[in-house]
């Protein structure tokens, strides 16, 4: 089945600067990209997502690349605020239709 | 406004308890899934529901069970509660197919002492 792995688990940035979370993915088959954040002591929630038949997608100050060739996608935060401190999930659609794989996490600390 | 609800937010049990956890969303989705959370581990899929009655094994479903006899309700159960169930759960629902969104509900700390 599908797999799914985050790097690095844990990344820290200064407010203000970019922050960066690469996935890899194992079925070339998978053609759904989505990421989650949490925040501490909160659910999951979608931030953003991107399909096999687009490269990238931005909102505001996050965006998602997606390299189909190297199966691998990676979320961008750019300008990045205290509020932007959360786990980050990564999933992709692989087998079947109705479940997604997810990653094991990113921590984000954004340091003020 | 899409609302998943979990029947407690902090549950204690006892080894070999039979324990529910209750999962209620008010959308119509198809898709119903439970997820064990653990520091380190993600999301880990234990079960998932596409349709009333329907079900299938994620990727740990060993020591748990499921029920769905109404759309909007998913039931995850451990039959005989033991100490390394000890985890967050975490209950999610969205429309059928794994292009839509999970909406996932607050979450139940479960303790097994």
């Known amino acids: 089945g599908e797999n799914v792995e985050q790097h690095p688990s844990t990344l820290s940035v200064q407010e203000g600067d970019s922050a960066v979370i690469k996935c890899t993915y194992s079925?070339?088959?998978?053609?759904?990209f989505p990421w989650y954040k949490q925040e501490l002591g909160k659910r999951p929630q979608l931030i953003i997502d991107i399909r096999s038949n687009v490269g990238e997608k931005k909102d505001q100050r996050i965006a998602v690349t997606l390299n189909k060739t190297a199966k691998h996608f990676s979320l961008h935060i750019t300008e990045t605020q205290p509020e932007d401190s959360a786990v980050y999930f990564c999933a992709a659609s692989g087998w079947g239709n109705n479940r997604l794989a997810f990653g094991k996490g990113n921590q984000v600390v954004v340091i003020p | 406004d899409v609302k998943v609800t979990q029947s407690s937010r902090y549950l204690v049990k006892r080894t070999g308890e039979k324990v529910f956890l209750e999962c209620v969303q008010d959308?119509?989705?198809?898709?119903m899934f439970w997820y064990r959370q653990d520091p380190g581990l993600g999301l880990r899929l234990i079960y998932f529901?596409?349709?009333?009655?329907?079900?299938e094994k994620g990727d740990i479903p060993e020591g748990y069970s499921v029920s769905r006899e109404k759309k909007e309700r998913f039931s995850l159960i451990l039959e005989s509660a033991s100490t390394n169930q000890t985890s967050m759960y975490l209950c999610a629902s969205s429309f059928g197919g794994a292009t839509y969104e999970q909406y996932f509900g607050p979450g139940t700390r479960l303790t097994v002492t």
């Open positions: 079925d070339s088959a998978s053609n759904y």
């Open positions: 959308m119509d989705h198809e898709n």
């Open positions: 529901s596409y349709d009333v009655k329907m079900k």
